[in-house]
């Protein structure tokens, strides 16, 4: 039974071999090939060394082959991706028929914006969407933390609510989290606590797994928009997803129940879901 089985893995792992060295002659650019070489190799290789292992039935020989098989598998993909990367900075040019270039498409996108923004400051939106592109791109393509905070001060001299809010969220991305709660904090008071910074504020705890945190800023801004179903089903989603403040996501559902006539429905529906799992969960059900 051994045989047949060691057999089959090393037949298979040869055949995935021979299949990427295929791909490495008829492939037509070099990162289908590099994916060819990868994918397949690592795959045929693996399956050879299990054939062997099995073959030889000892301990030894199968802790050696888990080793290179574990090796493989965390360096091959790595490896490529590095020299794929690297090959891409050197724009090695690719075959007519990739038709996705995910990266020079945003890198386009940012130039385009730039030039928007140069010449139109006053427009806040083209800042804002500059903002969150220009922080997607690897710095070797023109990403920047650096000039996406330059773009944020610009817009809070104008606009300091917005722009204090898209500084926070860009320290947010930073890992720089004291600067980014206060600046999210205070574009929340400078704005009244509207939707954008609100919301913004709330994620920002959310993902950071603070959600008493989150709710009490969406407390806050219900007393600034008190009719706000928005920010009352928010409360009883994060009340839902982190089993905290069950007797406030209860007032919440009341609220919303309670606006019958104007609530949209969907909005009642859920509301009353809601609050039968609060009060099973708030008696211990």
């Not at 922080?135 to 773009?151: D, Q, Y």
């Not at 706000?228 to 928010?234: A, C, G, I």
Request: hydrophobic share 45%; with cysteine.
């Amino acid at each position: 039974m051994n045989e047949i089985v060691t057999s089959l893995l090393i037949a298979i792992g040869s055949l995935f071999m021979f299949v990427a060295s295929i791909g490495i002659l008829k492939f037509p650019d070099f990162y289908s090939r590099m994916s060819a070489i990868t994918k397949a190799s690592t795959l045929g290789l693996g399956m050879v060394l299990l054939g062997i292992s099995i073959h030889f039935d000892q301990v030894g020989v199968f802790a050696k082959a888990f080793i290179i098989i574990t090796f493989l598998l965390l360096t091959n993909p790595v490896g490529a991706h590095a020299i794929s990367r690297a090959a891409y900075k050197q724009r090695i040019k690719q075959s007519g028929f990739t038709i996705i270039d995910e990266l020079n498409t945003l890198h386009n996108k940012v130039e385009q914006l730039e030039q928007q923004w140069s010449t139109s400051k006053a427009d806040i939106n083209i800042a804002e969407e500059l903002i969150n592109e220009i922080v997607k791109l690897p710095a070797s393509h023109g990403g920047s933390f650096s000039r996406a905070i330059e773009i944020a001060e610009e817009v809070a001299s104008i606009q300091p609510a917005v722009g204090h809010r898209l500084l926070g969220t860009t320290y947010a991305k930073m890992g720089r989290f004291d600067k980014a709660e206060s600046l999210l904090k205070t574009a929340c008071i400078e704005c009244n606590y509207s939707s954008q910074a609100t919301l913004a504020l709330t994620d920002f705890y959310v993902q950071n797994n603070l959600p008493t945190r989150a709710i009490a800023v969406l407390e806050e801004a219900l007393k600034h928009h008190p009719n706000s179903y928005e920010y009352l089903m928010r409360v009883i989603l994060i009340a839902f997803d982190s089993g905290t403040s069950n007797k406030f996501a209860i007032e919440c559902c009341n609220r919303i129940i309670e606006m019958s006539q104007e609530a949209p429905a969907d909005y009642l529906l859920q509301a009353s879901s809601y609050k039968r799992y609060f009060v099973e969960r708030s008696s211990g059900k």
